[in-house]
Structure formats: C-alpha cells, structure tokens
Nanobody, 124 residues
Framework: VQLQASGGGSVQAGGSLRLSCVASGGTFRSYSVAWFRQAPGQEHEFVATIRGTGTTTYADSVKGRFTISRDNAKNTVYLQMNNLEAEDTAKYYC???????????????????WGQGTQVTVSS
C-alpha cells in the first residue's frame, strides 16, 4: 500500500482545514492509519489514529478540535481540523500499518508505510 497526503495550506487561527490520505496498491480496509505532524527541528508528534474497526484515538492537544475518519470505499482517511491554532503549524504525515499493537499506536515506529507529508501553516 502507498499513501498520499494532501489538503494542507495556510489559514488564520480559528480556521479549518481538511487533510486527506489516499491509499493505493493494496487492501486498505484493515489498515490502521494515523496522522503525525512534525515541526522544524522536532520529532514526529502523534495527532490521531483510526483502526480498521473504526476506533479512534487523539492526542490531548487536538481532542475536541480534530476529527479523524475513513471512507473505505474511497480508500481515504480524513483529518478534519477545526479551530486551528498557531501551535498546529507543522508538516502533517499520514502513516499506515496492517497490524498495530494498541498500546503502541501513538508511536511513529509502529507504522511501516508513510505518505509524503502536507504543510499546514496557521497564522495568529
């Protein structure tokens, strides 16, 4: 499976963006897919994940503002980001894996397939 992220852009604080992660080349339905973000000079930071069952998990910093969802018919995972803050500025990556241990789903090393990233810039 290959992943391609899109939908980034520049918005003002309080605005919204929707990121998309499109999968190709394999069976997507059973994959766990996560969004990570990386600011310059920083490590990958977990944002949200959705398992093949549809179960979702969020980082505390985005809970209540971001929503992750999936449309298996379109092989796509979405990240709806509302009430964006300057601190959300980063390059956002989607990552997937066929098998992710529940206790490790917030760890970047748990995912073996990564998209190319899409930049999100929030101005205050």
């Amino acid at each position: 499976v290959q992943l391609q992220a899109s939908g980034g852009g520049s918005v003002q604080a309080g605005g919204s963006l929707r990121l998309s992660c499109v999968a190709s080349g394999g069976t997507f339905r059973s994959y766990s897919v996560a969004w990570f973000r990386q600011a310059p000079g920083q490590e990958h930071e977990f944002v949200a994940t959705i398992r093949g069952t549809g179960t979702t998990t969020y980082a505390d910093s985005v809970k209540g503002r971001f929503t992750i969802s999936r449309d298996n018919a379109k092989n796509t995972v979405y990240l709806q980001m509302n009430n964006l803050e300057a601190e959300d500025t980063a390059k956002y990556y989607c990552a997937g894996s066929r098998s992710v241990i529940l206790s490790a789903q917030r760890l970047a090393r748990s995912y073996d397939t990564w998209g190319q990233g899409t930049q999100v810039t929030v101005s205050s």
